[in-house]
């Protein structure tokens, strides 16, 4: 069972930079997918950035592009969700998911399937 699990959240101030990563059990074969997400307290979950290990491509959301970044170390089975200019509204739990694909339409962030999740963690960031 793949088993993600987040590190790096915290407190941090307005206009700084934080790195989050998370780790999963090894994959035996197959594509293999790993993305972030983020819930606020009232708000819907937000799809964020997501990474194909396979390929390396990867889909970020519009709300956070130009900010954030996603990158991977595979033979570690890891991601890195770079965030940067941080604002009061990044503000969320932070989770991280494992899985593959499904067949989509529209916006590439609607192209992952995820089985595993990861507890989340928090990124707090001040005003």
């Known amino acids: 069972q793949v088993q993600p699990e987040e590190s790096g959240g915290g407190l941090v101030q307005v206009g700084g930079s934080l790195r989050l990563s998370c780790s999963t059990s090894t994959r035996t074969s197959g594509d293999y997918a790993m993305g972030w997400f983020r819930q606020a307290p009232g708000k819907e979950r937000e799809s964020l950035a997501h990474i194909t290990l396979t390929s390396g491509s990867s889909c970020i959301a519009d709300s956070v592009q130009g900010r954030f970044t996603i990158s991977s170390d595979n033979a570690k089975n890891t991601v890195y969700l770079q965030m940067n200019s941080l604002k009061p509204e990044d503000t969320a739990v932070y989770y991280c998911?494992?899985?593959?694909?499904?067949?989509?339409?529209?916006?590439?962030?609607?192209?992952?399937?995820?089985?595993?999740w990861g507890q989340g963690t928090q990124v707090t960031v001040s005003s």
């Open positions: 998911a494992a899985g593959s694909f499904q067949p989509y339409s529209g916006h590439c962030l609607n192209k992952y399937k995820y089985n595993y």
